[in-house]
């Protein structure tokens, strides 16, 4: 099993910056994709942006220029640096990642329980 955990959510103004950070913990894995998607009130849950095991990175178009998203593979660690916040912004912020599990060999997805972030006008 593998377990991620979110942080770095807040309340913050329009045009302020927040980094989130995602852990994941387990034992015997390899991560292949991290993410980040966020799920507003009353709306379905939507990629925000992800990031493969060599880098590559893909972001929504509503974020690009204002959302970066990094990992340390060394911490199983992804981040999103996201700048520019709007109020549209507000949102769960969940982190995701597609597992290997050497017990197994079968890759899995795994979420974390999310993260608040709200933005006031």
């Known amino acids: 099993q593998v377990q991620l955990v979110e942080s770095g959510g807040g309340l913050v103004q329009a045009g302020g910056s927040l980094r989130l950070s995602c852990a994941a913990s387990?034992?015997?894995?390899?991560?292949?994709?991290m993410g980040w998607y966020r799920q507003a009130p009353g709306k379905q849950r939507e990629l925000v942006a992800t990031?493969?095991?060599?880098?590559?990175?893909n972001f929504a178009d509503s974020v690009k220029g204002r959302f970066t998203i990094s990992r340390d593979s060394a911490k199983n660690t992804v981040y999103l640096q996201i700048s520019s916040l709007k109020p549209e912004d507000t949102a769960v912020y969940y982190c995701n990642a597609v597992v290997v599990l050497a017990t197994t060999g079968l890759q899995y997805t795994y979420w974390g329980p999310g993260t608040q972030v709200t933005v006031s006008s």
């Open positions: 990031i493969n095991s060599i880098g590559r990175t």
């Open positions: 387990g034992s015997s894995f390899r991560i292949n994709d």
